[in-house]
């Protein structure tokens, strides 16, 4: 190994190897075989690289320990640091990152271990789902999303380059960012949202059946993400507990004030509006400022190949849905498509889809 590896560029990237063929690991596969890199998977669980490769993620042939030239670890939070480091070990040539939810500590166990790290950069790809597991992998996953970067006082240019490379050939956009620093950011803006959800859904097991028949949009919209494996997101929030319960204790303030005020019969639209200025200080696709988009509503048959008609409908437009939701009529047969569009657009989108058979309402 020189001192410094050597910065990959085009088609010399990889050979890469991913540690944990699971819903991240194997979408990082998919986004790299894509773009014509050469993919290796392991997993402790092999039939997950088995399915994984199935997916296009890469292949379960085993490589020569010499070749590889980057290894990329996908395995849950709590194991991250024993499996860099035995990477570093048995990859003498390659760069080593992980994809982890929480950096600090996995560079401070790694630290603590004694370890030689300039080969080491971590990261975290800002993009994931509920799902887990290699059959929930998509090569799309990480495009136009933020994949932060964090590197350390002693990491090599070299190593920090060939990480970045990883997510913008993946379609991410990179920022870098400390350890310390990623872990305040994601405190806000990933664990405490996964807390509240989880915390909200779980007023949902004590709700009367006759009363969730009335669930619509709004329950499910902010419960999503409660969905997720709660063996991994105890792992996540664990890991990077004292931020997690300082935001915590920072939302229980406000959520007290709503509490009294409510009980008190006093009015909440500013504490409301508080909300309303949150959901625009959230930038948009590409880190940009967000777009108001136009919203509109569309009954879909619930029947093979309607969306997909509707979709080539769209495109056959020239109009790009920037975003979409679904939610299935609990009595007919029906679906309710949610499409958001730019506002400039929406007339002309709203004439040409009714040229085609097809009604939007304003929603
Ligand atoms: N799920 C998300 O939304 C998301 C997003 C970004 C980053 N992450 C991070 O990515 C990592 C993986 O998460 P995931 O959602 O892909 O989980 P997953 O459960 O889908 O996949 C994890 C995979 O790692 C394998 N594994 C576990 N221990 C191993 C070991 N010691 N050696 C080899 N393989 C091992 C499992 O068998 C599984 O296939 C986690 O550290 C997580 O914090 C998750
Ligand atoms: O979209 C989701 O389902 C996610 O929860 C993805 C999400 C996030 O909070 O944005 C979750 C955890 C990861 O560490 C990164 C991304």
Avoid at 154 to 160: D, L, M
Avoid at 293 to 321: C, H, K
Avoid at 336 to 355: G, H, I, K, N, T
């Amino acid at each position: 190994m020189s001192d410094e590896p050597d910065p990959f560029s085009g088609s010399d990237y990889g050979p890469v190897l991913i540690i944990g063929a699971g819903l991240v690991g194997a979408s990082v596969g998919c986004a790299l075989t894509e773009a014509g890199i050469e993919v290796h998977l392991r997993d402790q669980v092999p039939s997950h690289a088995r399915v994984a490769a199935g997916r296009g993620a890469g292949s379960v042939e085993p490589i020569d320990p010499e070749a590889v030239a980057l290894v990329v670890v996908a395995v849950p939070p709590r194991v991250l640091a024993p499996v860099v480091s035995a990477a570093l070990d048995e990859f003498a040539n390659a760069v080593v990152t992980d994809v982890g939810s929480v950096k600090g500590s996995v560079l401070r166990d790694l630290a603590a271990r004694g370890l030689e790290l300039r080969r080491y950069v971590g990261s975290h790809p800002m993009a994931g789902s509920h799902l887990a597991g290699p059959v929930t992998a998509r090569p799309d996953l990480f495009t136009d999303r933020t994949w932060v970067i964090a590197p350390h006082a002693t990491a090599t240019p070299g190593a920090i380059e060939t990480v970045t490379r990883l997510a913008t050939i993946s379609g991410a956009n990179p920022v870098v960012m400390d350890a310390e620093e990623h872990d305040l950011a994601v405190a806000a803006v990933s664990h405490l949202p996964h807390a509240v959800s989880a915390m909200l859904a779980a007023g949902l097991t004590e709700t009367k059946p006759a009363h969730l028949q009335l669930a619509g949009q709004g329950v499910r919209d902010v419960t999503r993400i409660a969905a997720g494996d709660p063996e991994l997101w105890d792992q996540i929030l664990t890991a990077n507990a004292p931020a997690v319960a300082d935001q915590l204790a920072a939302l229980s303030t406000r959520l007290g004030e709503l509490a009294e005020r409510l009980a008190e019969q006093r009015p909440v639209d500013d504490l409301l509006a508080t909300g309303v200025a949150g959901t625009r200080a959230i930038p948009g696709k590409h880190g940009r400022a967000q777009t108001e988009y136009a919203r509109m509503i569309i009954e879909i048959p619930d029947a093979p190949g309607s969306l997909a008609r509707f979709f080539t409908d769209a495109g056959a437009a020239g109009v790009n849905v920037e975003d979409i939701s679904i939610e299935h009529d609990p009595v007919r047969e029906v679906g309710w498509l949610q499409v958001s569009v730019r506002p400039e657009l929406a007339p002309d989108f709203s004439a040409a889809m009714s040229d085609r058979g097809w009604h939007l309402h304003e929603g």
